[in-house]
């Protein structure tokens, strides 16, 4: 014969299962539609790889030493995935980007990738430093793939846990034993007074 309180253990343990995994599913899911979504405005701009020349003519360095920014360089560089970036340095000293470095009356090209950018030193801005902003060209899911995963476990699991402490809460306690408890006390404190009082 089967024990009908285990039975309601084994599909309550199992249910709590099936709502982890579904959980989990649901908030991947989502986090994979809105990884895409910003992907795809992220990467909507994109165009053919382009060619882009910085010419350094001779006394740049000078200049650049004064708090001048000759050679027009922002701040922030922005660039695509496969652009080439030509550094044609006609200057009398090196310039360095990161840690591309071009000596004097040298042309070196460089091309470049989502993985190279960020803040670097840089000796062709007054500031000493400039960031590359090297966007991707086309929509990757491998970029997306990490956070959607990470983030979409970690959410449903979040989810799951709110989803028991909630239900644990809603759950009245049983006080059917403490009630009986104090019914056996209070006879046995009714037969004490009737014996006393005999």
């Known amino acids: ?35 895409s979504i910003a992907l795809l405005i992220y990467t909507s701009g994109s165009r053919e790889p382009t060619v882009h020349v910085l010419d350094i003519p ?3 360095w000078d200049l650049i030493e004064q708090g001048e920014n000759p050679l027009k360089v922002p701040p922030t560089w922005s ?13 009398d000293v090196a310039h360095t980007l990161g840690a591309w470095f071009v000596p004097p009356n040298t042309v070196r090209r460089f091309e470049l990738q989502p993985a190279y950018g960020g803040f670097f030193s840089c000796s062709l801005h007054p500031s000493g430093g400039i960031t590359l902003d090297i966007q991707p060209r086309n929509y990757n899911f491998s970029i997306i793939a ?15 846990i709110g989803l028991n402490v909630m239900r644990s809460l809603d759950k009245e306690p049983d006080l059917s034993e403490y009630l009986q408890t104090g019914d056996r006390k209070q006879e046995t404190g009714d037969d004490a007074k009737t014996t006393s009082d005999t």
């Open 79 to 91: 660039f695509y995935a496969d652009d080439t970036l030509v550094l044609d340095n006609r200057d």
């Open 1 to 35: 014969m089967t024990d009908p309180d285990r039975d309601d253990k084994t599909y309550s343990s199992r249910r709590k299962w099936i709502e982890l995994v579904l959980l989990i599913a649901v908030s991947t899911t989502v986090m994979f539609v809105l990884s």
């Open 146 to 160: 990490f956070p959607v995963l990470g983030f979409g476990f970690s959410v449903g699991f979040i989810l799951w």
């Open 58 to 60: 001779p006394g740049s």
